[in-house]
């Protein structure tokens, strides 16, 4: 699991990979981005405890994020619905969802890449998780949990109660 390693402490946190697709749901196509972003969450430590893929839409997404976060103290990563067309609501479900946003990890994210001005997504807090919208491509996604990936510990750490200043 990720480490946060502090001089007194170290700390494992757990996560979870919501994929946000009408075509994975009517099995028109394969879940890669979900995939990708299971592979490089257990490769930066995480355990990956459940993932869900959910239709396209405000309620799915938000009921789905809801349901996720609801007893969680870990890392939710979305993939997919962060983008310009009309069935493209991942952030208006994740900012149903969440309690506050977090503005900061959203924006470290789309500076990752030229494309990621194009990304909707948003990032935020909903009692003791972290959800990160990110994009549905395979690269998109895992570039931009990686570009939050080493200052995630240290947040979640912070929603845990640990006074780490």
């Known amino acids: 699991m990720a480490e946060l390693h ?13 994929t946000v697709s009408d075509g994975v749901i009517a099995g028109t196509r394969e879940d ?8 490089a969450l257990s490769s930066a430590g ?3 405890v459940e993932r869900r893929v959910v239709a396209d839409g405000v309620e799915a997404v938000a ?4 349901a996720m976060a609801d007893g969680f103290a870990g890392l939710i990563v979305s993939t997919g619905g962060t983008g310009f067309t009309e069935r493209d609501l991942t952030p208006e479900g994740t900012r149903a969802a969440i309690e ?6 959203a924006e470290a994210m789309r500076l990752v890449n030229p494309l ?4 909707r997504g948003i990032a935020g807090i909903r009692g003791q998780a972290i959800v990160l919208n990110t994009p ?17 510990p240290h947040a ?3 929603l845990a109660g640990e006074r780490l200043h």
């Open 6 to 18: 502090d001089s007194s402490t170290a700390r494992s946190f757990a996560a979870k990979v919501l």
């Open 32 to 39: 890669r981005s979900g995939e990708a972003l299971d592979d």
């Open 46 to 48: 995480y355990e990956v």
């Open 63 to 66: 009921d789905a994020l809801v």
């Open 100 to 105: 506050r946003e977090a503005p900061g990890l």
């Open 116 to 119: 990621g001005r194009l990304s």
């Open 136 to 152: 549905g491509s395979t690269k998109g996604c895992v570039e931009c949990f990686e570009a939050v990936a080493d200052v995630v």
């Open 156 to 158: 979640l750490a912070l």
